[in-house]
């Protein structure tokens, strides 16, 4: 399946973006979906996972509260609304797929395929 992030963008803080992350190939359906950033300087960190039937989402700590996972299936897209921006939260962020995964897949060893980036950027 391949993978396409978008949405990304310049915004201020407390701005509201939301990214998404398109497949094509074959059904996204089968897939749990995973976001990722990577801010300059530092490793990729996870940020959010929905499983494969949708029923389960989790968060990494610093963005729980104001980022939201969701999935539409029929649309083959997973998207991510990220509400209240911090500085922080600027990154390069990816989108990544793992084959009937659950939710609490937070590693990114654990999924089998990746989108290019779409850089988001929060300016104070």
């Known amino acids: 399946v391949q993978l396409q992030a978008s949405g990304g963008g310049l915004v201020q803080a407390g701005d509201s973006l939301r990214l998404s992350c398109a497949a094509s190939g074959r059904?996204?359906?089968?897939?749990?979906?995973?976001?990722?950033r990577?801010?300059?300087?530092?490793e990729r960190e996870f940020v959010a996972a929905i499983a494969w039937n949708g029923r389960?989402?989790?968060?990494?700590?610093?963005v729980n509260s104001r980022f939201t996972i969701s999935r539409d299936n029929a649309k083959n897209t997973v998207y991510l609304q990220?509400?209240?921006l911090k500085p922080d939260d600027t990154a390069v962020y990816y989108c990544a797929a793992r084959l009937l995964g659950s939710a609490a897949a937070r590693s990114a060893g654990l999924y089998d395929y990746w989108g290019l980036g779409t850089l988001v950027t929060v300016s104070s």
């Open 27 to 36: 059904t996204f359906k089968p897939y749990a979906v995973g976001w990722f």
């Open 38 to 42: 990577q801010a300059p300087g530092k």
């Open 56 to 62: 389960t989402t989790s968060y990494v700590d610093s």
């Open 82 to 84: 990220m509400n209240s």
